[in-house]
């Protein structure tokens, strides 16, 4: 689905990637895994057209989607979960999901005034729709809490509620389990299963918790040192020499 190939990102003269190929199937949970400075959140960030490669091409579905913006790749589908701004801190969770899709009518004075019915109608469909994405990450009890109250880890569910506001095809995650009790992780890990079984979600997943790696993903990848090293299944990767190396050497 996506293909990476021979993506150099370079800070100065700093190689954060350096040569980076890889290949994200479609309907996978791609695991991304390697020492700090590895150059993971940089590549992810390159993939979803938050930073510009310096060199090297990234395509999605043989389209070549190097260096788009994310809005144009969010609706392609391709979708990187960002922490919830300070500024939507305030709103309330049912608020966060409902913002989501741009590009509604009621943004301008004049479909305010001419078209309130439709207004009112897409108002309508965009609730039952979040309704139905809290009910899916079992948080319909927080809907009118601020999601600046909530912990770090029903972010985390809400940060994943906001791409099934959207037909996402391809959702990119970083480090979900940071900071997040466990029980609160297994609900995570089941809402990323779920959504990869149902609704046909291909994810790549950016993590250092190798439980949650090992329940989820398939394939692993690693990198270090700006490229990939190895790809496989965890015990795979985990018997890698290269790969021990790397996690020695830090
Ligand atoms: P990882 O996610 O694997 O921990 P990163 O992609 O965050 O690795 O970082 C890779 C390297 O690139 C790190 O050494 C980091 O300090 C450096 N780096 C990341 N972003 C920038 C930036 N904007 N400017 C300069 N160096 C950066």
Not at 67 to 72: K, N, R
Not at 92 to 101: A, D, G, Y
Request: hydrophobic share 40%; proline share 2%.
């Amino acid at each position: 689905m996506i293909v990476v190939e021979d993506v150099h990102k370079h800070f100065g003269g700093f190689h954060a990637v350096d040569g980076a190929s890889l290949t994200i199937r479609e309907g996978s949970i791609t695991g991304l895994i390697g020492p700090n400075g590895a150059g993971k959140t940089t590549l992810f960030n390159v993939i979803a057209g938050v930073l510009q490669p310096t060199s090297g091409r990234v395509t999605m579905n043989g389209e070549d989607i190097t260096g788009l913006p994310p809005h144009t790749l969010f609706h392609k589908g391709l979708l990187r979960t960002f922490q919830i701004a300070h500024e939507f801190s305030s709103m309330t969770v049912r608020e966060n999901l409902m913002m989501v899709p741009g590009g509604q009518a009621g943004e301008t004075l004049w479909n305010a005034w001419f078209r309130r019915g439709r207004i009112a109608e897409e108002e309508r469909a965009l609730a039952e729709k979040a309704n139905e994405v809290l009910d899916f990450l079992t948080i319909s009890h927080l809907a009118d809490e601020k999601a600046g109250n909530l912990s770090g880890g029903q972010k985390k569910l809400l940060e994943l509620g906001r791409t099934m506001m959207v037909d996402a095809r391809i959702v990119f995650l970083d480090e979900v389990g940071a900071g997040v009790n466990r029980t609160l992780l297994n609900t995570i890990g089941d809402a990323i299963l779920r959504l990869n079984r149902e609704r046909n979600y291909t994810f790549v997943v950016i993590e250092h918790d190798m439980d949650f790696i090992a329940r989820l993903c398939e394939p692993v990848i690693c990198m270090a040192e700006g490229k990939v090293l190895a790809e496989g299944t965890l015990d795979e990767i985990k018997a890698n020499e290269h790969v021990i190396e790397a996690y020695l050497g830090t």
